[in-house]
């Protein structure tokens, strides 16, 4: 963390970085792009019908979910190994991202399950690890709203983030072998993600795009905030103004 | 035995992540001198102890003990066993008797000898009648004692006390303030508390900590009881 | 940050366990205060599975592994809970780490006092369900199964223990972080008590003993190597 040195010349007024004006834009582009190549330009699914189309929606921000929490997890690991804040602000915002994009995720599945398997939820494999992907992350922001901010809880919640992120293979391991092992009432799995037409791939790789910069653009935004935050705090503290 | 230097550099700790408790703090603390720390409540005197042990690693800064941080490893182990604390913790089993916890300490510091260091730092103290009480069943007083024994059992060479005077009456301090005058000799000490009385009759160096920052540092010889006492109640005045 | 190998001061870290276990043992054998209370809130939720699951004996095999593990883990819960809180109560912990001692020393201890409490706790319950439901718990694989699963339990659950001791509403956040990272053991060990009641061959239950095997090396793994950085402050 570097000292604010307060000084007679007035600071730089705040500008928004090259990097946060370029994701803002892109994701909006692609976003825009995204939805109306999901909604229009795909052709209509030949057995689900409209329904499918959640699938644009569904699988991109799953996709984000997982991303933002092999984010933490690397970042854990970088506070643990050089216990620079920085680390712990991109963990913490991307724990925030991840249950947003998750639920999101699973919300979505929800609704297009219903139409199509006839139930909300299934614990198969895919879907009980989502939610306890989905668990581990809201524990580890109860953890760190309850014990504050604060280096203890940067590292309490560094060991969580490393922890919960290698349990989640585990978990679908386990739960797969439990199907396998237990016969269960089986659902329908539809294997629509393999034969699907052209069209219909390209608008899903253009959302998973748009989803991942939107992302990146999210968490650039909320951990230049954090910074700005964290050096105003300092400052006050350091002028004794709590 | 030679008592032990202490030096820290631009230490800074917080807890919270905007609030320093303590921050940029220089010290150096020579062999065999008797330190007295004054401040009111949240001043952050407690936090500097608990550096000081190497129970709280620094944000901030560095603190070493004859040149070696508490953490480094196998030297820092080493220090740290060179270094006795009394709390206003006990810190102390109370299913357990007086001599389980202080062989527990004894054998986690590995003393050879254990027996008769035992006996001896309960002499020191007055307590080797309630040997083999369970801790729980004793007075405050009489505990606050025990933690005295425990902190002193692998001979420290420097010893940190943190308001050890709590809880106890006029007697058990008298007898309190007699041990740090006359059984820690050739020791570096340092001690905080909110008795000025008993603070500068046992101490040679005179600090007081506010606001995490060190606003007073004087050597007893450099003033006198009456004007440090004086600046004292100036400075604590001066808080909200 | 001095980084421990595995392999440093080896018997002073056997010796500074065993020290720091003696102490558990004999403040909880003093106190009577965890083991106690773990054994009777696991009766007392057999009593309300009894009735709840309506047991009988077309029903009780089927459901046994998963009363069993279930009443399990909630009551070790409370014991794990107890073992750190009690440690905050006079700071004794503070004072154990004020004498140079490696922290893995007091995970070892804090783990193997864990494992031996729910060891206790296992057993007992085993000849409840025995008693209560009537079902046949007497069975090689079993014998396997039941003590990995504690010591999976024992070796993940101390740390998350020694996490929450000094925060607030600690008792209900410590199962909310752990049970997520419990439910691959829960899997595992319900499965392979399931499949070691019906008399299966090896290889039929070898899959879930070795992951048993691998979830808590693993989790030992981890928690040695980490459980400096949730004890330091």
Redesign the interface.
């Known amino acids: 963390m570097k000292d604010l040195t307060i000084n007679s010349t007035p600071q730089k007024q705040y500008r928004p970085g090259t990097s946060l004006v370029i994701t803002a834009i892109a994701s909006t582009v692609a976003l825009s792009v995204g939805f109306y190549m999901a909604l229009i330009y795909a052709p209509e699914e030949a057995l689900q019908g409209g329904a499918q189309r959640i699938f644009y929606l569904h699988v991109p921000a799953l996709w984000v979910g997982a991303l933002a929490f092999l984010v933490v997890f690397i970042s854990s690991l970088g506070y643990l190994f050089s216990r620079n804040t920085i680390w712990d602000i991109i963990a913490r915002s991307s724990a925030e991202m991840g249950v947003i994009f998750l639920t999101l995720g699973i919300v979505a599945g929800a609704i297009w399950a219903r139409p199509i398997w006839g139930i909300w939820y299934s614990f198969d494999p895919r879907g009980t690890t989502t939610l306890v992907l989905w668990l581990t992350y809201v524990s580890y922001i109860m953890l760190r709203s309850i014990v504050g901010s604060g280096p203890r809880t940067s590292r309490l919640s560094a060991f969580l983030g490393i922890v919960g992120f290698i349990n989640v293979p585990l978990v679908f391991m386990a739960t797969r072998w439990w199907r396998t092992l237990h016969p269960a009432p089986t659902i329908v799995t539809s294997d629509s993600e393999s034969g699907m037409p052209q069209e219909m791939f390209l608008a899903f790789l253009v959302c998973l795009g748009a989803f991942t910069i939107f992302y990146a653009f999210l968490m650039i935004y909320r951990v230049q905030l954090e910074q700005i935050v964290e050096r105003v705090q300092t400052a006050r503290s350091t002028l004794g103004l709590f | 035995m030679d008592g032990t230097n202490l030096t820290a550099i631009n230490l800074g700790k917080?807890?919270?992540?905007?609030?320093?408790v303590l921050?940029h703090l220089d010290l150096h603390v020579k062999p065999n001198q008797r330190v007295g720390i004054f401040g009111p409540n949240g001043a952050g005197k407690t936090t500097l102890l608990?550096l000081m042990?190497?129970?709280?690693?620094p944000?901030e800064g560095t603190i070493e003990i004859d040149g070696i941080s508490p953490?480094?490893?196998?030297e820092?182990?080493?220090i740290?066993?060179s270094?006795g604390?009394v709390?206003h913790?006990?810190?102390?089993?109370?299913?357990?008797t007086v001599l389980?916890n202080l062989d527990?300490?004894g054998?986690?510091?590995?003393i050879k000898e254990r027996r008769t260091r035992i006996i001896t730092s309960l002499e020191n103290v007055g307590m080797t009648d309630h040997m083999n009480r369970?801790v729980g069943q004793l007075s405050r007083g009489m505990q606050q004692r025990i933690a005295l024994a425990?902190?002193t059992l692998h001979e420290p060479e420097l010893i940190v006390f943190d308001e050890p005077d709590t809880g106890l009456d006029d007697f058990a301090r008298e007898k309190l303030q007699g041990f740090m005058q006359t059984g820690l000799s050739e020791r570096t000490m340092i001690i905080t508390t909110h008795n000025l009385e008993l603070g500068m009759a046992v101490t040679d160096r005179w600090i007081i900590l506010l606001?995490g920052v060190i606003a007073y540092d004087i050597d007893s010889v450099a003033t006198t009881n009456e004007d440090f006492s004086y600046t004292y109640k100036q400075i604590m005045s001066s808080t909200p | 940050m001095k980084k421990r190998a595995f392999g440093k001061d080896l018997p002073g870290l056997i010796q500074q366990t065993w020290l720091l276990l003696k102490k558990d043992a004999l403040v909880e054998l003093r106190s009577k205060e965890s083991i106690p209370l773990m054994i009777v809130f696991c009766i007392v939720s057999l009593v309300i599975f009894n009735f709840t699951f309506d047991l009988r004996t077309s029903n009780v095999t089927l459901l046994a592994p998963g009363i069993l593990w279930v009443s399990f883990i909630f009551s070790g819960l409370l014991g794990l809970g107890r073992s750190f809180t009690r440690e905050t109560e006079r700071e004794t912990l503070a004072g154990i780490r004020l004498a140079p001692v490696d922290p893995a020393a007091i995970y070892l201890s804090k783990m193997l006092a864990c494992f031996f409490s729910v060891t206790i706790l296992q057993l007992l319950l085993t000849f409840l369900m025995v008693v209560f439901f009537d079902v046949n718990l007497a069975k090689p694989f079993v014998a396997v199964a039941l003590p990995l699963g504690s010591l999976g339990f024992a070796a993940i659950g101390t740390p998350f223990a020694a996490m929450t001791m000094n925060t607030r509403a600690r008792e209900a956040l410590l199962p909310v972080l752990l049970l997520p990272v419990l439910l691959p053991l829960v899997l595992a060990v319900v499965s392979s008590t399931a499949l070691a009641m019906d008399n299966v061959e090896w290889n039929e239950i070898s899959l879930w003993i070795h992951f048993l095997i691998g979830y808590d090396v693993l989790f030992l793994t981890i928690s040695f190597l980490g459980f400096q950085i949730i004890v330091e402050e």
């Open positions: 917080k807890f919270h992540q905007h609030q320093f921050r608990k042990t190497g129970l709280f690693r944000t953490f480094s490893g196998a820092g182990a080493r740290r066993s270094l604390f709390s913790q006990t810190y102390l089993y109370n299913e357990m389980e527990l300490h054998k986690l510091h590995g369970p425990r902190s606001n």
